[in-house]
C-alpha cells in the first residue's frame, strides 16, 4: 500500500516538528512502516521504523535521540516527531510501509519537504 507523508514545512533550527503518514484512507494491514530522508544530492536515508503490531522501533544509528516514531492505532497514523531541527535536517521525507519481514519498503510517495534555517 502507499503511504503518504505530510506536515513538513519551513521551520528554524531549534523548532521541532511532526510529520505524519497514512495510508490515504485505508486502513493499515503491514509489517512495519518507515520514514526515511533524501537531502538535496544526496541518496535517500533510513531514519527510523515501526512494526505495527507492538510498536517496537527501530532508529538509524545516527538519528538517536532527536527521532522519535510512533502510531496511532485508531487513526491508522505513523508519526515522525524531530526535535531540536537542524539546517543538516532539510529534506524531502518519506514514510513506506514493509508488508512483511523480510521484504523492502515501498511503494515511495511524494515525500514531505522539511526546510530548516539557521
Known amino acids: 500500500v502507499q503511504l503518504q507523508a505530510s506536515g513538513g514545512g519551513l521551520v528554524q533550527a531549534g523548532d521541532s516538528l511532526r510529520l505524519s503518514c497514512a495510508a490515504s484512507g485505508r486502513t493499515f494491514s503491514t509489517y512495519a512502516v518507515g520514514w526515511f530522508r533524501q537531502a538535496p544530492g544526496k541518496e535517500r536515508d533510513f531514519v527510523a521504523a515501526i512494526r505495527w503490531s507492538d510498536g517496537n522501533t527501530y532508529y538509524a544509528d545516527s538519528e538517536t535521540g532527536r527521532f522519535t516514531i510512533s502510531r496511532d492505532y485508531a487513526k491508522n497514523t505513523v508519526y515522525l516527531e524531530i526535535s531540536n531541527l537542524k539546517p543538516e535536517d532539510t529534506a524531502v521525507y518519506y514514510c513506506?510501509?514493509?508488508?512483511?519481514?523480510?521484504?523492502?519498503?515501498?511503494?515511495w510517495g511524494q515525500g514531505t519537504q522539511v526546510t530548516v534555517s539557521s
Open positions: 513506506a510501509s514493509r508488508p512483511y519481514a523480510t521484504a523492502d519498503f515501498g511503494p
